[in-house]
Nanobody
Framework: QVQLVESGGGLVQPGGSLRLSCAAS????????LGWYRQAPGKQRELVSR???????DYADSVKGRFTISRDNAKNTVYLQMNSLKFEDTAVYYC????????WGQGTQVTVSS
């Protein structure tokens, strides 16, 4: 089993920044990729960004140039630096890890509001 602990969500004004963290622990032999999804009210869950074991990254078009994903392999932790936040970034953000099985975090709320 793998446990994911997320932190860093909150309320921020448009144009502001937040940094999300997700630490994985448990029976981890290898992590193939770590990533972040989000789900806004009334919408489907969507991929925000992911990073694989080699450090290659993918981003949703809507966040390119504003969000940066990174990972600390020694700590099995993934980060999402979110800058220039917009109203439409408001969602519950979920951490995901693929070890051969896919595990999801509990979600952390990000609210962008003035």
């Amino acid at each position: 089993q793998v446990q994911l602990v997320e932190s860093g969500g909150g309320l921020v004004q448009p144009g502001g920044s937040l940094r999300l963290s997700c630490a994985a622990s448990g029976s981890i032999a290898k992590i193939y990729f770590l990533g972040w999804y989000r789900q806004a009210p009334g919408k489907q869950r969507e991929l925000v960004s992911r990073i694989n074991s080699g450090g290659s990254t993918d981003y949703a078009d809507s966040v390119k140039g504003r969000f940066t994903i990174s990972r600390d392999n020694a700590k099995n932790t993934v980060y999402l630096q979110m800058n220039s936040l917009k109203f439409e970034d408001t969602a519950v953000y979920y951490c995901v890890v693929n070890t051969g099985y896919v595990y999801w975090g509990q979600g952390t709320q990000v609210t962008v509001s003035s």
